[in-house]
């Protein structure tokens, strides 16, 4: 069996695809070797109801995740993975990877992801290329779910926000200097704590200060993760992430403005990534069973 995985800091959607290409879908908690260990990343299978039966019978995995930027990161998840797929080849890349595998139609784009945090690339069919690094929700995320969820709570503390809103907030989850401190500052996956607030921005997308917020981020991010490839006029711009899926309007918006070509918007790509490993590694696996 072959196992595919995209992995955000939030959720991990694995797919398990037998050799008459027939599959079943799994959902774990997100891995992210930056806040988890191996220790951890077999805690977060055990989550996947039932994912764990078939670890045996798997011999190819291939694991696309927030954080494995570096070989180091990288070997944390490969060890993680490789102690519960006993037989199973273990490849791990970064989840800028899996986002132009998914929306690659045979022609030179940009992968964009926005989700809990932001990310683009240049993809070319051979080689992913960065222009601009990401740089993690605490320096760069811009559009992404942990971006618009510290400008809400900024403009929460600071007084700036519209009273319904702000009073909205209060009443839905007991908000405060304290509380936001503790989170932010004192436990882990602060920006998993940010990006939840996605959710509630999103059902007041109509909000004019909504919707001034999420111009300006999606514009940020584009001014820098997109605008900075050569030639990004005459070339398809593809998104993938629940920020660009609701906020498609928006996205639209923008791109136009900015002279960005859209191309595909979408929310998940395990199943772009299901249809790229059939077409270029199936033939190339030693099945098990």
């Not at 939030?10 to 930056?34: H, M």
């Not at 191996?38 to 977060?44: A, C, L, P, T």
């Not at 998914?102 to 784009?109: G, H, L, N």
């Not at 991010?221 to 605008?227: L, W």
Request: aromatic content about 12%; proline content about 3%; glycine content about 6%.
């Amino acid at each position: 069996m072959l196992l595919i995985a995209d992995s955000g800091s939030t959720k991990c959607d694995w797919r398990l695809v037998a050799e008459d290409k027939s599959y079943q879908d799994f959902k774990s908690p997100g891995i992210n070797p930056y806040f988890h260990d191996e220790r951890m990343i077999k805690s977060f299978l055990d989550q996947s109801d039932g994912l764990l039966e078939y670890a045996d019978k798997v011999s190819a995995v291939f694991f696309y995740g927030a954080g494995c930027s570096s070989v180091e990161l990288k070997r944390i998840v490969d060890r993680g993975l490789g102690a519960i797929f006993t037989n199973a080849q273990i490849y791990v890349d970064h989840d800028l990877v899996a986002a132009a595998f998914a929306v690659y139609e045979d022609e030179p784009c940009i992968a964009c992801i926005l989700g809990t945090g932001s990310n683009s690339c240049h993809f070319d069919g051979d080689i992913v290329r960065e222009d601009v690094p990401a740089l993690a929700y605490i320096l760069g995320d811009e559009g992404s779910g942990s971006y618009f969820g510290k400008k809400l709570l900024t403009d929460f503390l600071y007084k700036r926000l519209p009273e319904n809103i702000h009073s909205d907030l209060i009443d839905e989850f007991g908000l405060n200097k304290d509380v936001i401190m503790d989170r932010v500052y004192m436990k882990p996956h602060a920006n998993v704590y940010l990006a939840s607030f996605m959710r509630f921005i999103t059902e007041r997308k109509n909000e004019p200060y909504v919707q001034n917020m999420i111009y300006s981020g999606l514009k940020e991010f584009m001014q820098t993760h997109v605008q900075c490839v050569r030639d990004y006029q005459n070339m398809e711009t593809n998104f993938i992430g629940s920020v660009a899926y609701f906020h498609e309007d928006t996205l639209r918006k923008v791109a136009a403005e900015l002279n960005v070509r859209i191309g595909r918007i979408v929310k998940k790509p395990i199943e772009g990534l299901y249809n790229y490993h059939i077409k270029h590694y199936f033939s190339k696996i030693p099945f098990n069973g």
